[in-house]
Structures are given as structure tokens and as C-alpha cells.
């Protein structure tokens, strides 16, 4: 009966390490912690003052249009279309 459990809790501590694998290869493909703007959108307002518009681009290749504000002390675009929390 013990090395049944023993056999299970390694099946277990397997399986939890395999789903935690896979998300961390998830977030790393979306570009690490994903907390705070994106490196374009910060360098999209490097020179900029606050409230100045600018246009950056995406990972993705898409033009967004945005304004440079600080939020939560980081001062970076912030997209003319990004709902106000």
C-alpha cells in the first residue's frame, strides 16, 4: 500500500509539474510577465512629454495610436482606445 501511494503522489507531482511547464512556455511565448506596457509602447514616448500623441507597432504588426501618460510610475503610449480602469 505504501509504494502504491508513493507511486500515485509521483504521478501527481508529475502532472503538476508538466501543467506548470506548459504555462511557463506559454508566457514566455507571449513575452515573459506580461505586468505592465510593452516595451514598444514605452519606447514610443522615450522624448515624448506627457499627454503627446504617438503611433507605435505591435508584435503583432498592427499601428496603434496612443498617448504617452505615466501609469502606476511608467511613463509609456497608452492606446487612444484602452478602456479607463
Known amino acids: 500500500m505504501k ?9 501527481v ?6 501543467t506548470q511547464a506548459l504555462a511557463n512556455d506559454r ?6 510577465d506580461r505586468r505592465g506596457p510593452p516595451p514598444e509602447a514605452i519606447e514610443a514616448c522615450e522624448g515624448k512629454e506627457e499627454g503627446e500623441s504617438v ?3 505591435t508584435r ?3 499601428t496603434i495610436e496612443a498617448t504617452c501618460q505615466t501609469i ?5 503610449a497608452v492606446p487612444n482606445d484602452h478602456p479607463r480602469r
Do not use: W, Y
Open 27 to 32: 508566457d514566455e511565448r507571449r513575452g515573459g
Open 72 to 76: 502606476e510610475e511608467q511613463f509609456a
Open 13 to 18: 507531482m508529475g502532472l503538476i509539474g508538466s
Open 60 to 62: 503583432r504588426g498592427d
Open 3 to 11: 509504494v502504491k501511494n508513493t507511486v500515485i503522489a509521483l504521478l
Open 55 to 57: 503611433t507605435f507597432e
